[in-house]
């Protein structure tokens, strides 16, 4: 199975700051690579697909990029409804993948 | 507008049976593609099953031969069957829409619910 690895575990940022999320596959996925935003007690949002299409209603703010075995999620200036784990999948293969997630808290 | 609502969870034991359901409005369940995640206590996404439109179905390896997803189409409603349960399965499971067979990542999600198996 695709084994997808999220780094890093915990990113400590300030709201205005910038945030820069990884995902590497271990092999390539194209552009099968969707990104999740998780908070607790809510159920996961569909962010990005495709590696980089943005879902309906997500903010500018937000982008996707890469292709093959490295993807990121940016997200160029934190608001305070931002802070939350996130999560990156692939739908290249099956069995379907996600990876263990990055959790993004307020330093 | 499209919303699916999970139900069915509750306490269960070792062993035992259950079945969860998703009842879907707006769109038909039968002319879509769908699928269950779940989330452990403290732990991450991790998929479960999917069903195509055309009844194909797919299950992730923990679960294979012990899960069986399936749809009511008059009901407009995905179920998963979940038996041999194990204490691992606690969770909350999630319904989701996905767009398209051969694009299986998840477009509209349920609130959830949870299943806790334990004796």
């Known amino acids: 199975e695709i084994v997808m690895t999220q780094s890093p575990a915990t990113l400590s940022l300030s709201p205005g700051e910038r945030a820069t999320l990884s995902c590497r596959a271990s092999?390539?996925?194209?552009?099968?690579l969707a990104w999740y935003q998780k908070k607790p007690g809510q159920a996961p949002r569909l962010l990005f697909y495709?590696?980089?299409v943005r879902a309906t209603g997500i903010p500018v703010r937000f982008s996707g990029s890469g292709s093959g075995t490295d993807f990121t999620l940016t997200i160029s200036t934190l608001q305070s409804e931002d802070f939350a784990v996130y999560y990156c999948?692939?739908?290249?293969?099956?069995?379907?993948?996600f990876g263990r997630g990055t959790k993004v808290e307020i330093k | 507008e499209v919303q699916v609502a999970e139900s069915g969870g509750g306490l269960f034991q070792p062993g035992g049976s259950l079945r969860v359901s998703c009842a879907a409005s707006?769109?038909?369940?039968?002319?879509?593609?769908m699928g269950w995640v779940r989330q452990a206590p403290g732990k991450g996404l991790e998929w479960v099953s999917v069903?195509?439109?055309?009844?194909?179905?797919y299950y992730g390896n923990s679960v294979k031969g012990r899960f069986t997803i399936s749809r009511d189409n008059f009901k407009n409603t995905l179920y998963l069957q979940m038996n041999s349960l194990r204490v691992d399965d606690t969770a909350m499971y999630y319904c989701?829409?996905?767009?398209?067979?051969?694009?299986?990542?998840?477009?509209?999600w349920g609130p959830g619910t949870l299943v806790t198996v334990s004796s």
């Open positions: 069903i195509y439109d055309n009844g194909q179905t």
């Open positions: 989701a829409t996905i767009p398209l067979a051969g694009t299986e990542y998840f477009q509209h």
């Open positions: 495709g590696a980089s």
């Open positions: 092999q390539s996925v194209s552009n099968s």
């Open positions: 999948q692939q739908y290249k293969e099956w069995p379907l993948t």
């Open positions: 707006g769109f038909t369940v039968s002319s879509n593609c």
